[in-house]
């Protein structure tokens, strides 16, 4: 699979590493709208964030970004971002459904990710562990 990577600027002092031998986890989130990985990247970093909070992004497209690289403790899911990777998806799935393409590149990269990552264990929605609609529709039983 193929994984686009963009030149992200992220804020260094607010970036902490971890050890991916603590990554458990793997949480799905739905954007809330349409854009790229960049328009995320300078929302949060608005928010006063490091930069994207999500590990990956995957586009109406198909397309897989990087967010905020692995190695660096994500802003995704308050209370788990230490132990997780979040995947965010293009959409507002309070209106659409995913499309098949990104299914089925979200199926593979979670795949890869438990591959890479065997301390992996579950794959969950962001609504199952923090009070919030995202991502609407239960992605964790679409895969």
Partial sequence: ?????????????K???RRTSDIVLIILHHRCGEGGVESIHQQHIKQGWAGIGYNYYIRFSGEVCEGRPVQYIPSH???N????????LEG???????TKLQMDNLRELIK??????????????HNDLYATQCPVVNLKEMI
Avoid: A, H, W
């Fill in 92 to 98: 507002d799935f309070r209106k659409q459904q995913p």
């Fill in 1 to 13: 699979m193929e994984i686009k990577k963009y030149n992200l600027i992220f804020n260094t002092n």
């Fill in 112 to 125: 890869e990710l438990k591959s890479k990552y065997p301390s992996i264990k579950r794959v969950l929605n």
């Fill in 81 to 88: 971002n230490g132990k997780s990777i979040g995947i965010c």
């Fill in 15 to 17: 970036l902490q590493t």
């Fill in 77 to 79: 899911c308050q209370g």
